[in-house]
């Protein structure tokens, strides 16, 4: 195929084409895209006679895409990724004006803390933009990038793909929440006597604090485990419960009233909050100002001075 010949294709076909290949499924694509499930199938269609192919074959309730689907995929992601970082780098973006769709994924605790503060910003700035918040952490952001189901995440980040880029915002400090009936300072006795509520996406009820607490031959019960922040200033008020949470998350709740929030009695490993994403989207003017609007407003102040930047950190 010759260069005149690419006026045969439409290339909203070809994004198509690509989201089908991710999702696996019409209905999931077409929300993805903001396109009804109808044209999704009209645009499949039109794609299968292009290629001459069947492209994708319906097994149970998945899409599966046919061998020469998978050849398309390979040689169509680097082009598609080549015109999208060239077109870029020419179209300015106005965040007054735009009506961008922008996919980030968050932490229970960034979305529970820090989020409110942040869409107030950005509203400010952007009125016509569309924010879309999904839920992520450590297990599956790097999934999540290489998907493009977000474009970028903030959380503490482990494992990234390969050409994946992270900025450092914060350091995350743990602060024991208590109810606020509690009298005098929380030491080790009193902390590993009390009943513990546990935030988990994953359900686990083991991790960093009670293997430092293993380490001083001391151990903690945990009573609750449960999946977010949303619940917990409320099953804790007025009960002997304590939870370990992030000190932006304490600060938020004790402003409602009810809790206080204490000193961690016992030493853990630091964990850093950080902002990821891919290098699809490292030039895009938009992506540029969304991540330079992020590091403003969830930055602590000197964070970005004098913290260690791995070979994957970008400014």
């Keep these: 195929m010759n260069r005149n010949d690419l006026r045969k294709i439409d290339f909203n076909l070809l994004i198509v084409f690509e989201t089908l290949m991710q999702e696996h ?21 039109r794609l299968r006679h292009f290629f001459d192919d069947p492209l994708f074959v319906r097994m149970g309730r998945k899409m599966e895409p046919t061998s020469r689907a998978v050849e398309i995929h390979l040689s169509l992601t680097p082009a598609l990724d080549s015109i999208a970082s060239a077109l870029s780098k020419i179209n300015a973006f106005d965040p007054m004006t735009s009506d961008s769709v922008f996919r980030i994924g968050l932490s229970d605790d960034v979305e529970y803390s820090l989020l409110p503060g942040l869409i107030r910003q950005l509203r400010t700035e952007a009125p016509h933009v569309s924010f879309v918040i999904r839920r992520t952490d450590h297990s599956l952001l790097a999934d999540q990038l290489s998907s493009a189901e977000v474009s970028l995440g903030i959380c503490h980040s482990r494992d990234l793909p390969a050409n994946a880029k992270r900025k450092f915002l914060r350091t995350i400090r743990p602060t024991v929440l208590s109810s606020d009936a509690s009298s005098g300072s929380l030491d080790l006795d009193e902390y590993c006597d009390r009943p513990h509520v546990s935030v988990s996406l994953n359900g686990e009820v083991v991790d960093s604090i009670d293997r430092a607490l293993m380490a001083l031959g ?22 002997q419960m304590v939870a370990v949470v992030p000190d932006y998350v304490a600060k938020t709740m004790i402003r409602q009233g009810g809790l206080r929030m204490d000193a961690l009695p016992l030493s853990i490993p630091a964990l850093d909050l950080s902002m990821s994403w891919g290098a699809t989207s490292d030039t895009d003017p938009g992506e540029r100002w969304l991540r330079s609007r992020i590091s403003n407003h969830l930055c602590e102040k000197g964070a970005a001075i004098g913290h260690p930047v791995s070979v994957k950190e970008a400014a």
């Design 25 to 45: 499924n019409l209905t999931r694509t077409g929300e993805k895209l903001f396109i009804g499930q109808s044209a999704i199938s009209a645009s499949l269609n």
């Design 218 to 239: 001391r151990q903690r019960q945990v009573v609750l485990a449960v999946p977010q922040y949303s619940a917990l200033k409320t099953l804790i008020e007025d009960t």
